[in-house]
């Protein structure tokens, strides 16, 4: 994302808001999203990671540090740096009981990646955070730069017909996206910036996305088993509302 905080000039579009925060403290779907998400990170690490317990890893668009503090126990990482744009969500991170080993930083991404050694972040993530950023080809050219040979950087999008179609019913507040991400998408930017794509598949399937509206208990686990249950019914693509892409530092 880009954008002067200091110059009193309006922060991008899409940047979320304390609200957001203080919504995913007593919203279910919210909360679901957002466990259900790290769970699909995690998964993927654990499949495609060369070094399963990493040294450093940093979470783009931490907000307000819960989906940081999943993925940094998730990941059994030694150290986590979740990057945050707003200083109004980012200081909720304050009530997440971070550990020692895991911080918020407020910034805009890139320029936090500008001060950051060549090769020295073993996983990157990025959950619901493309869709938001302005220059991606940047972003994805810093990452592959700190990323370490064999590093991973793991992202989850909403399917953007999905998204649309929710926000259009209510469901959820409609946000503004700079760019809609698909696998083809994700592959262009992934492979311009010097990394190897290997993955993609979509999850969170629209009945186990909806059950968390009507204040039913879903958990993450059951939703990812219901999900590979359904995955390779034809034509089971069209009910998922999130994408998971990895890509590889070669």
Same mark, same amino acid.
Request: with cysteine; aromatic share 10%; glycine share 8%.
């Given at each position: ?13 899409? /940047?979320? !808001? %304390? ?9 279910? $779907?919210?909360? #679901? +999203?957002?466990? =259900? @998400? ?84 073993? /996983?990157? !993530? %990025? ?9 991606? $080809?940047?972003? #994805? +050219?810093?990452? =592959? @730069? ?105």
């Amino acid at each position: 994302m880009t954008g002067d905080k200091t110059t009193g000039t309006s922060a991008p579009q899409g /940047v979320m !808001t %304390a609200g957001y925060a203080q919504a995913r403290t007593i919203n279910p $779907s919210l909360r #679901f +999203r957002l466990r =259900a @998400r790290a769970h699909e990170t995690i998964r993927a690490h654990e499949r495609f990671a060369t070094l399963q317990n990493p040294e450093l890893h940093l979470d783009y668009g931490a907000a307000d540090g819960l989906s940081t503090k999943l993925l940094h126990l998730g990941l059994k990482a030694t150290r986590s740096i979740g990057i945050e744009y707003s200083p109004e969500i980012a200081r909720f991170s304050e009530r997440a009981d971070l550990p020692e080993s895991c911080e918020v930083r407020v910034g805009d991404v890139t320029d936090e990646l500008s001060g950051l050694e060549p090769s020295t972040v073993d /996983v990157i !993530t %990025a959950l619901a955070f493309l869709e938001h950023v302005t220059d991606s $080809s940047e972003l #994805f +050219r810093e990452s =592959a @730069r700190v990323l370490s040979p064999g590093g991973l950087f793991i992202a989850t999008c909403p399917d953007p017909s999905w998204d649309k179609a929710s926000g259009a019913l209510g469901l959820h507040k409609d946000e503004h996206h700079e760019q809609d991400y698909d696998k083809e998408v994700f592959a262009f930017f992934a492979k311009e910036g010097g990394l190897t794509p290997i993955c993609y598949h979509r999850f969170m399937n629209v009945l186990t996305g909806f059950l968390p509206y009507l204040r039913l208990p879903m958990s993450p686990v059951v939703g990812a088993f219901l999900d590979a249950f359904l995955r390779p019914i034809p034509l089971s693509r069209f009910t998922f509302v999130n994408q998971l892409f990895v890509a590889r530092k070669p």
